[in-house]
């Protein structure tokens, strides 16, 4: 499965979220900024996102986030499922992949604050023109 950000499909429609931060224990002060990506599958209904988290412009963590319940990732995963996977894929986590330049429990504790309803909608929004993107014009690649 491949994840790319929105902006690159969905274009002028697509905002990445920045917001700025001073006097944390825990993080150092800056601009971060949440670049939102999706899976580039047409077939696919994930209904995740994966979060590229820059500070001042540089990768610092990747962050993944499940909208949806833990019945529907079971569902959509199939029978035999570990629950572990499941839950890491409901809710947010740190990736496997990020590169953890900052404290991960902080960024995600940074990020959960920020994870309101209406950006929530946002997330969800910028999925379904993503989604609805890919379909009319899938990527040449398939992995
Ligand atoms: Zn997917």
């Known amino acids: 499965m491949k994840f790319i950000p929105a902006g690159e499909r969905i274009g002028e ?7 700025g931060l001073a006097a944390s224990p825990d993080l150092p002060d800056g601009e971060y900024t949440f670049v939102d990506c999706y899976c580039t599958d047409p077939e696919c209904d994930c209904r995740r996102v994966i979060i590229l988290v820059l500070h001042n412009g540089k990768h610092v963590s990747t ?31 740190i990736d496997i992949a990020s590169p953890n330049r900052v404290k991960g429990p902080a960024m995600l504790a940074f990020f959960n604050r920020l994870l309101t309803d209406d950006y929530v909608n946002v997330l969800k929004k910028h999925y379904m023109k993503f989604k609805r993107a890919i379909k009319n014009d899938p990527p040449p690649y398939d992995d």
């Not at 429609?13 to 917001?19: C, I, L, P």
Request: proline share 0%; no cysteine; charged share 20%.
């Open 13 to 19: 429609q697509h905002q990445v979220r920045t917001v």
């Open 63 to 93: 962050i993944n986030y499940g909208w949806e319940s833990s019945a529907f990732y079971k569902k959509w995963y199939g029978g035999k499922t570990v629950s572990s996977i499941i839950e890491e894929m409901k809710g947010s986590s």
